[in-house]
Structures are given as structure tokens and as C-alpha cells.
T-cell receptor
Framework: DAGITQSPRYKITETGRQVTLMCHQT?????MFWYRQDLGHGLRLIYY???????DKGEVPDGYVVSRSKTENFPLTLESATRSQTSVYFC????????????FGPGTRLTVL | GDSVTQMEGPVTLSEEAFLTINCTYT??????LFWYVQYPGEGLQLLLK?????DKGSNKGFEATYRKETTSFHLEKGSVQVSDSAVYFC???????????FGQGTRLTINP
């Protein structure tokens, strides 16, 4: 049971580059989420998806793009990375919706120089 | 919008001490409340939850009671272990925005 995985686990990039963080889940959960974790802010929702081809903005979507062509994958793209996007990124999924228990991936630590 | 406030950390205790991590919330309506735990190098995992007033969530010796009158959901454990060292997040479901809202997290360190 692989669960929910993220790749890469660590990434260093430069300002202005495009970066894609991958998230894959094996449970066929309908909902998937992207959060960023920063000191003093807890976790903040970037984007979420209720099903394949359905995505919506969260609290801090600016500078990020998502897609969901397949139920099991939910990639997050930083189109032109900025230093303020240095953070730890977590992907999560739930079976039926926001009120359901969320299962988190191990996280990707992204550093933008 | 809805919000969650946790006691500031870090919190350092000795093994077998009593633990309380305070959590209060601001919300319209009656949200479901959660405690998530993040062990070093890992993602978050659900520790316990409560869905209505006076409900008590419990797991692994941890407990929290949904107190509507004080808008609180404090996490307690009677005797902590070194393995409880982690970051603890209080959270609620914002029904209007349909999202999970987290507190800032409390880092707990247990010394042997």
C-alpha cells in the first residue's frame, strides 16, 4: 500500500525557473490538496481538486498552477519561482471531501535561491 | 474567515510529565475540530478529531474535548514519552470556504 508520495523530496532552484512538484496517490481518493508550510503560519492551502479536471484556488494560489488530468496525480507548478516560494510543500488527499480525514504525503522541501 | 490559535512553542517536558497544548478557535457555526501530528521528517497525520460540542476525541493516550462555550479544543496527555516529540497542529473545517484551517503548530520536545 504505497499511499501518497511526493517527488522530489528536496529541490534547490533559482529565481525565475519553472519547477514542478509531483504528487501521486494510490487510494483513488477524489479530493487532493496542496499546502505550503512556513514558520509561524502553519499550513496554508494553495490549491485543491475535487476530481479529475476540477481544481480550485485556496488561500495562497498566486504564482502556482495545478492540473489534474488523472485522479491519482496532482502536480503543482511554480511557473517562475521566487524566493518567497521557499517552503515545505505538502500534498494531501481525502476520499470524499474536506470534512474527511486528510492523508498527507512526506513533503517536498523547496529552496529558491 | 475562520481561524485557529495555538499556544506558542516550543514546549519542552520531561518523560512522564502531563501535557496540555492549548487551542482556541474562531468560527461561524460549529466546525469539526482536529489535532494533527507531524513527526520529524514526515507529513502530517491525524491524531484525533471531534465533530460536535462536548465530543471527546482520543488516540494514543491523547485526548481533546470540543468546548463550544469556550471555543476551545485543548490537547492533553497524562504521561508523555520521548516518542511523542513532534509538532502538533490544531485545525478546523471552515464550512463556508470548504477548507481545513490550521493553527501555527506547537513543537513538543520530551526529554528522557
Amino acid at each position: 500500500d504505497a499511499g501518497i508520495t511526493q517527488s522530489p523530496r528536496y529541490k534547490i532552484t533559482e529565481t525565475g525557473r519553472q519547477v514542478t512538484l509531483m504528487c501521486h496517490q494510490t487510494w483513488s481518493h477524489s479530493y487532493m490538496f496542496w499546502y505550503r508550510q512556513d514558520l509561524g503560519h502553519g499550513l496554508r492551502l494553495i490549491y485543491y481538486s475535487a476530481a479529475a479536471d476540477i481544481t480550485d484556488k485556496g488561500e495562497v494560489p498566486d504564482g502556482y498552477v495545478v492540473s489534474r488530468s488523472k485522479t491519482e496525480n496532482f502536480p503543482l507548478t511554480l511557473e517562475s519561482a521566487t524566493r518567497s516560494q521557499t517552503s515545505v510543500y505538502f500534498c494531501a488527499s481525502t476520499l470524499t471531501g474536506v470534512g474527511d480525514t486528510q492523508y498527507f504525503g512526506p513533503g517536498t522541501r523547496l529552496t529558491v535561491l | 474567515g475562520d481561524s485557529v490559535t495555538q499556544m506558542e512553542g516550543p514546549v519542552t517536558l520531561s518523560e512522564e510529565a502531563f501535557l496540555t497544548i492549548n487551542c482556541t478557535y474562531t468560527a461561524t457555526g460549529y466546525p469539526s475540530l482536529f489535532w494533527y501530528v507531524q513527526y520529524p521528517g514526515e507529513g502530517l497525520q491525524l491524531l484525533l478529531k471531534a465533530t460536535k460540542a462536548d465530543d471527546k476525541g482520543s488516540n494514543k493516550g491523547f485526548e481533546a474535548t470540543y468546548r463550544k462555550e469556550t471555543t476551545s479544543f485543548h490537547l492533553e496527555k497524562g504521561s508523555v514519552q520521548v516518542s511523542d516529540s513532534a509538532v502538533y497542529f490544531c485545525a478546523l473545517i471552515d464550512q463556508g470556504a470548504q477548507k481545513l484551517v490550521f493553527g501555527q503548530g506547537t513543537r513538543l520536545t520530551i526529554n528522557p
